[in-house]
């Protein structure tokens, strides 16, 4: 496997008991790329991107990640998800520790850290989202694009080589959607390798270097927004495009 590739699937098929949630799906991403995933609801954007730090097990084809090989015997489960971040939909903090202990426990838990050493690094990132006056507040506390913004935080407190993104913005009242779609903005121009699910298609064409258009647990289409939005080759994705646009 080439160094600067960080996910490499290759004939990737999944099932949930009879249901093919995941048909032929070959895609890699590059180190610094940035590739956005959109799809109908239901067509596979979530498992897709969920087999990819191991939350789902693929049953045929191959998928690397950072140079690790996923699989049913792995035992470094744990090596793979400290090199990929995600954020969810609905954020996930922990709801009974601090913005600053939800950002400190995964370099201390995971990778070891002092107290001392992770409360500087998560500091460094809650800035990095703007939002270091929030530190000592619990998750109840912040509006929904600042918990986001946390969400983003702790998983950049792990140094992630890759950041996931499931939807990020689309259970987040109207308002606050561009706070959290600028801070991944940001994040793409500092080189951030990422794989966005979301259907903000001004985010797509801002930051994507390709669109992947997902149908049925397929990969229907992929291409530069450029092409993508101006001239779609597929009836099924013109069809979502004006559904959504
Ligand atoms: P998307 O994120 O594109 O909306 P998902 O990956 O969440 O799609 O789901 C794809 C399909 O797989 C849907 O039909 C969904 O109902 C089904 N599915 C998702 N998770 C499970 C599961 N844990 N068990 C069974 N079916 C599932
Ligand atoms: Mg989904």
Redesign the pocket.
């Known amino acids: 496997m080439s160094m600067d590739l960080i996910i490499e699937a290759k004939d990737v098929a999944k099932w949930?008991?009879a249901?093919q949630?995941l048909k032929d799906i070959n895609l890699t991403v590059r180190k610094g790329e940035r590739i956005v995933v959109c799809?109908?609801?239901?067509?596979?954007?979530?498992?897709?991107i969920r087999c990819f730090n191991r939350l789902e097990a693929h049953q045929q084809g191959e998928i690397i990640v950072n140079g690790i090989t996923l699989h049913d015997k792995m035992r470094n489960v744990a090596e793979v998800r400290k090199n990929v971040g995600m954020v969810f939909q609905h954020f996930n903090l922990f709801p009974h520790m601090t913005v600053l202990m939800n950002c400190m426990v995964g370099p201390m838990w995971i990778k070891g850290l002092s107290a001392a050493e992770a409360e500087k690094t998560a500091l460094r990132f809650l800035e990095r989202v703007r939002i270091p006056e929030q530190a000592n507040k619990y998750p109840v506390q912040l509006s929904g694009g600042q918990q986001q913004r946390v969400a983003i935080a702790r998983s950049l407190c792990m140094e992630p080589a890759i950041m996931l993104f499931?939807e990020p913005t689309s259970a987040l009242d109207p308002e606050m959607v561009s706070e959290v779609l600028d801070t991944m903005t940001s994040l793409a121009k500092d080189g951030m390798t990422m794989v966005c699910?979301t259907h903000e298609m001004g985010f797509a064409r801002a930051v994507a270097d390709r669109v992947i258009f997902?149908n049925s647990?397929q990969i229907v289409e992929e291409g530069n927004p450029q092409a993508f939005f101006t001239n779609p080759k597929h009836e099924r994705t013109r069809l979502f495009l004006s559904q959504i646009l």
């Open positions: 949930y008991g249901f949630v799809g109908p609801s239901g067509s596979g954007k979530s498992t897709l499931d699910v997902m647990g």
